[in-house]
């Protein structure tokens, strides 16, 4: 599986876990209770598997090679997603802060949860599109199969030496229980 193919792939659990976020909001809105551990769960899952895992293949990797293919790094794709990359951190960092009064009692927290997490969606919704539409088509066209190879060979090394060993399929795992609890 190419590079770019492996990234496409990751992106379908990212969007399973902003549909689980959604349907955490409208619970939220809604006034009943989401367990402080799932939105816990979530946030690990934002921070560790959408920027550590895949943001880092993109930045340390991929993002590399394009501009080493002669694709310009700032003024282009790579540097719209960079700043998205950027804005989406700040996006984690307050939904975390949000969550966190949550699960220390403090239920009027909610509205930030469901404030900052709409951001959130919406900016990685069409951050998404414009990966998977654009930018990996171009990678596509600027790097050869066998340079994906390689890259594709730095991202297992990405995922073993930041995340570890087998944590990949625990998140597998954690999308599907959540998906059962939050979208029936």
Do not use: W
């Not at 921070?47 to 293949?57: A, L, P, Q, S």
């Not at 802060?97 to 699960?103: C, D, K, P, Q, T």
């Not at 909610?110 to 171009?138: T, W």
């Amino acid at each position: 599986m190419k590079a770019t193919e492996q990234l496409k792939a990751e992106h379908q659990g990212i969007l399973l876990m902003l549909q689980i976020l959604e349907a955490m909001c409208r619970r939220l809105e809604s006034g009943k209770e989401v367990a402080a551990g799932d939105l816990d769960s979530v946030v690990e899952f934002l921070r560790v598997f959408v920027d550590k895992c895949h943001h880092g293949k993109e930045e340390d990797v991929l993002f590399p090679a394009m501009v080493e293919a002669g694709l310009p790094r700032e003024g282009g794709p790579i540097g719209v997603m960079l700043a998205e990359h950027n804005a989406g951190r700040d996006y984690v960092k307050r939904i975390s802060e949000a969550v966190a009064e949550y699960g220390a009692g403090r239920r009027d927290a909610a509205p930030g949860i469901v404030e900052h997490a709409r951001g959130y969606i919406s900016l990685l919704n069409i951050h998404i599109q414009k990966e998977d539409g654009v930018l990996y088509a171009l990678a596509d066209m600027h790097l050869s199969d066998a340079h994906q190879d390689v890259l594709a060979e730095e991202f297992e090394k990405i995922e073993r030496d930041r995340i570890g060993p087998g944590r990949h399929e625990q998140f597998h795992e954690l999308l599907k229980q959540l998906k059962r609890k939050y979208l029936r």
